[in-house]
């Protein structure tokens, strides 16, 4: 193919996943347990995974406060976990000789 320029499609998009990650966000995993209106006695579990940044977690933070705004289940703990899926990469020199047969 000398000669010959590659373009790249303009038909091409990455995710807004992607973009996101490319922007700091992170999958943040998010457990929360709140008490039942109508039992307070018994708790429920509400999991799920969002992209947000750590450590100030401007998304979750909206979500909660929409839940102690508009939902009658008040709020008796939150667990989060939280992994950045694109950063920077570990490079490491090796000193050796690879033999290939």
């Known amino acids: 193919m000398a000669g010959r320029s590659v373009r790249a499609s303009s ?3 990455a995710s807004a996943d992607f973009l996101r990650q490319l922007e700091g966000y992170g999958l ?3 457990e929360i347990h709140y008490f039942l209106p ?3 006695s018994f ?18 933070r909206d979500f909660l406060d929409y839940w102690t705004r508009e ?7 939150v ?6 899926l694109i950063g920077p990469q570990e ?5 050796g000789i ?3 047969h």
């Open 28 to 30: 943040t995993t998010v």
């Open 79 to 84: 667990r989060v976990a939280h992994r950045k």
């Open 38 to 40: 109508d039992h307070p």
């Open 71 to 77: 939902i009658e289940g008040p709020l008796h703990s």
């Open 43 to 60: 708790l429920q579990l509400f999991a799920f995974q969002q992209y947000d940044v750590a450590p100030r977690f401007p998304v979750l």
């Open 91 to 95: 490079w490491q020199a090796v000193d």
């Open 11 to 13: 038909d091409f998009r």
């Open 98 to 100: 690879i033999s290939i």
